[in-house]
């Protein structure tokens, strides 16, 4: 499993209406091949700061099947408008499971 987390701030103000958008977003992501699953984390301190953490199985499915899709241009007009900045986007496997 490969865990992509795009770090996302928030134009201020708009948070509410960016946390409905990623809603009407989740079921692409629950049809994006190799797609296991989907989070959205608001900061506390930074409340329009997100950290979108996205479980694919390769790296590929999200680099390669996802954002070459139909599908990443839809969610980005679910989302696209409340960006203050471009998303910071990287992916990470687990080197210790911990508990």
């Not at 134009?11 to 989740?26: H, L």
């Not at 499915?61 to 900045?85: C, L, M, P, T, W």
Request: hydrophobic share 40%.
């Amino acid at each position: 499993m490969v865990f992509e987390f795009a770090q996302l701030e928030i134009k201020p103000g708009t948070e509410s209406a960016f946390e409905q958008g990623i809603a009407k977003a989740a079921p692409i992501f629950q049809r994006a091949k190799g797609c296991k699953g989907m989070k959205l984390l608001r900061s506390v301190e930074q409340p329009s700061h997100y950290t979108l953490m996205v479980t694919w199985e390769t790296v590929d499915n999200h680099i390669v099947d996802f954002r070459n899709s139909e599908d990443f241009q839809a969610y980005r007009k679910h989302v696209g408008e409340f960006f203050a900045s471009a998303p910071q986007v990287g992916h990470v496997q687990v080197a210790f499971p911990g508990f």
